[in-house]
């Protein structure tokens, strides 16, 4: 299996190349152009197509909508000045509360009580 983290790394990098140095043709440079509406636009026309790709249950087309989600986010992303560290960061701040929550059911189950645990 690739390194998906790489991968992503490594699109990342070369759209906001393309952000930095603009050429003509360039189908990421025209989304910088056109602007942040016309980059969210893109995203949810492809999450809606990501959606009848999955309903149509055909593999293929899903992985390829997929694709084209992450490549629009990421193009987003560099427009906003968001980086995957910083998804990173939040999925481990995620990943540790969820973690703590379950901990803190399983003491509470292990201890017989039974009011119920807020885990949001």
């Not at 910088?32 to 026309?45: A, M, Q, S, T, V």
């Not at 427009?79 to 960061?89: P, V």
């Amino acid at each position: 299996m690739s390194d998906l983290g790489k991968m992503l790394s490594d699109e990342y990098n070369v759209i906001k190349n393309r952000k930095e140095n603009m050429q003509e043709g360039s189908y990421t440079c025209y989304l910088f152009n056109k602007g942040i509406d016309k980059i969210l636009k893109k995203i949810g026309e492809e999450a809606a197509e990501t959606i009848i790709a999955a309903k149509n249950n055909n593999k293929s087309e899903i992985i390829g909508e997929i694709c084209d989600v992450l490549f629009h986010t990421e193009v987003m992303m560099v427009e906003k000045n968001i980086t995957w560290e910083d998804i990173a960061a939040e999925l481990t701040a995620r990943r540790a509360k969820e973690n703590m929550n379950i901990e803190k059911e399983a003491k509470r189950k292990a201890e017989n009580r039974t009011d119920e645990c807020n885990i949001n």
